[in-house]
């Protein structure tokens, strides 16, 4: 986890400028949340795979399925465009939910965490298609954005996660808090 940790701030050192960008208003390339992206949003920046991050994204940390109106977009799109799930937290309960309700949806799970690319060089293998046509939807900086940057991806950054502070607190202020850094240090 050390080695994870200096990797991602090594590395944000050397993508700052790329990293500084989303966290300003006007980056074309970040969403309030996952329900702002359309089929016509993805044609736009030529994007033919998508790749979600779970907690913050799909749901709230801890949680086990989808947000139900994440749930809604879900049906909506999974038909439409290649799907996958790239987390760090790959729990098993996740993935049945996902193989029952979604199987056509591949789980990555790669060796090294985001922001290793790992993961998503492993997409771009599976799909054979250029890696400037996958996406990768995340929320945080420091993970999943930069590991598009290494991927030579595109990244698509969510600035109000799932949360729910009532149900676990000390999990999602902890989160909270490396988001707000995160945005802080690339101001």
């Known amino acids: 986890m050390i080695m994870r940790f200096l990797y991602a701030i090594h590395m944000a050192y050397h993508y ?20 702002e992206i359309t089929l016509a949003w993805l044609q736009q920046r030529g994007i033919e795979t998508l790749v979600l991050d779970f907690d913050g994204v799909l749901a709230e940390h801890g949680a086990t399925k989808p947000l139900p109106e994440i749930e809604t977009w879900l049906n909506h799109i999974y038909a439409v465009i290649p799907l996958y799930v790239l987390s760090n937290k790959p729990l098993p309960a996740r993935k049945l939910y996902f193989q029952t309700r979604y199987p056509n949806l591949t789980w ?11 993961g998503l060089i492993q997409i771009t293998k599976l799909t054979s298609k250029p890696s400037n046509t996958i996406a990768l939807v995340d929320d945080r900086l420091l993970t999943g954005i930069l590991a598009t940057k290494l991927a030579n991806t ?34």
């Open 108 to 118: 990555v799970a790669a060796p090294r965490k985001k922001p290793y690319p790992d």
């Open 16 to 35: 700052r400028q790329a990293l500084r960008l989303y966290t300003q208003a006007a980056c074309r390339d970040r969403v309030t949340n996952l329900t």
């Open 154 to 187: 595109q990244g698509i950054y969510v600035t109000h996660p799932c949360a729910n502070f009532k149900k676990r607190p000390l999990t999602e202020s902890f989160f909270a808090m490396l988001r707000f850094l995160e945005r802080w240090v690339f101001v």
